[in-house]
T-cell receptor
Framework: AQKVTQAQTEISVVEKEDVTLDCVYE???????LFWYKQPPSGELVFLIR??????QNEISGRYSWNFQKSTSSFNFTITASQVVDSAVYFC????????????FGTGTRLQVFP | GAGVSQSPRYKVTKRGQDVALRCDPI?????LYWYRQALGQGPEFLTYFNYEAQQDKSGLPNDRFSAERPEGSISTLTIQRTEQRDSAMYRC?????????????FGPGTRLTVL
C-alpha cells in the first residue's frame, strides 16, 4: 500500500540555520511522483516541487533543495539559511503513475523559524 | 482570479443539516479533486473528476457524501445529514491535464464546523 511518513512532527530553528525535513515513502509501483507542499499560517496549500520516480537528480531552487534517493525511499527537503517566512507546515505527498491521480499525504512537519 | 476558488470559506451548521461546498477550478483545468484535512493531519483524498466524469470516489467515507461536476468546470461536494465528525477543512484542487499526475493546485479550502 502507498504510504508517506514524515517522522518529524515539529522542528524549531533560529533564523539562518539550515534545516532538513525528512520524507520516507512506500509504494509497490515503479512509476510514481513525489511532491512537497507548504502550508503557511494563512492555511493555503502551496505547491513547491514535483519529481517523478525516474529522475533521481537532486534539485535546487534558491534556498530550497531536494534530495531524492530511491535506495532508501526518501525525498528530503532542505532549506538553507532559513528565514522567519519559512515558518509553515510542510507536507510530502506521493502519487502513483497510472490509474489514479490521487495524492497520498504525510502528516506534515511544522517548521518554526525564530528570529 | 487565476487560482482555485472555494466557497464558502467558512461554514457552521447544525448536526443533521445538509451542506454544499463549491469549487471553481483554474480555468481550462481538466481534473478536479476533493480532499479533507483534519486538524494536525495531511489532506486525505475524497474523489476526483476528469471533465464531468467522476473517476474515483473511493475516498468518500460513506453514502452521505457525494460530488458532482455536471459541466466539467465547477464542482459541488454535498454532505447530507451532517455529523460532528464531518468537521474539517475541505480542500479542492485542480490540474491541467487528465491522467498524467500533473501538479495539483489547491484552493483556500472551506472550514466546516458541525455543531
Amino acid at each position: 500500500a502507498q504510504k508517506v511518513t514524515q517522522a518529524q512532527t515539529e522542528i524549531s530553528v533560529v533564523e539562518k540555520e539550515d534545516v532538513t525535513l525528512d520524507c520516507v515513502y512506500e509504494t509497490r509501483d515503479t512509476t510514481y511522483y513525489l511532491f512537497w507542499y507548504k502550508q503557511p499560517p494563512s492555511g493555503e496549500l502551496v505547491f513547491l516541487i514535483r519529481r517523478n520516480s525516474f529522475d533521481e537528480q537532486n534539485e535546487i531552487s534558491g534556498r530550497y533543495s531536494w534530495n531524492f534517493q530511491k535506495s532508501t525511499s526518501s525525498f528530503n527537503f532542505t532549506i538553507t539559511a532559513s528565514q522567519v517566512v519559512d515558518s509553515a507546515v510542510y507536507f510530502c505527498a506521493l502519487s502513483e503513475g497510472y490509474n489514479t491521480d490521487k495524492l497520498i499525504f504525510g502528516t506534515g512537519t511544522r517548521l518554526q523559524v525564530f528570529p | 482570479g487565476a487560482g482555485v476558488s472555494q466557497s464558502p470559506r467558512y461554514k457552521v451548521t447544525k448536526r443533521g443539516q445538509d451542506v454544499a461546498l463549491r469549487c471553481d477550478p483554474i480555468s481550462g483545468h481538466v481534473s478536479l479533486y476533493w480532499y479533507r484535512q483534519a486538524l494536525g493531519q495531511g489532506p486525505e483524498f475524497l474523489t476526483y473528476f476528469n471533465y464531468e466524469a467522476q473517476q474515483d470516489k473511493s475516498g468518500l467515507p460513506n453514502d452521505r457524501f457525494s460530488a458532482e461536476r455536471p459541466e466539467g468546470s465547477i464542482s459541488t461536494l454535498t454532505i447530507q445529514r451532517t455529523e460532528q465528525r464531518d468537521s474539517a477543512m475541505y480542500r479542492c484542487a485542480s490540474s491541467l491535464r487528465a491522467a498524467s499526475t500533473d501538479t495539483q493546485y489547491f484552493g483556500p479550502g472551506t472550514r466546516l464546523t458541525v455543531l
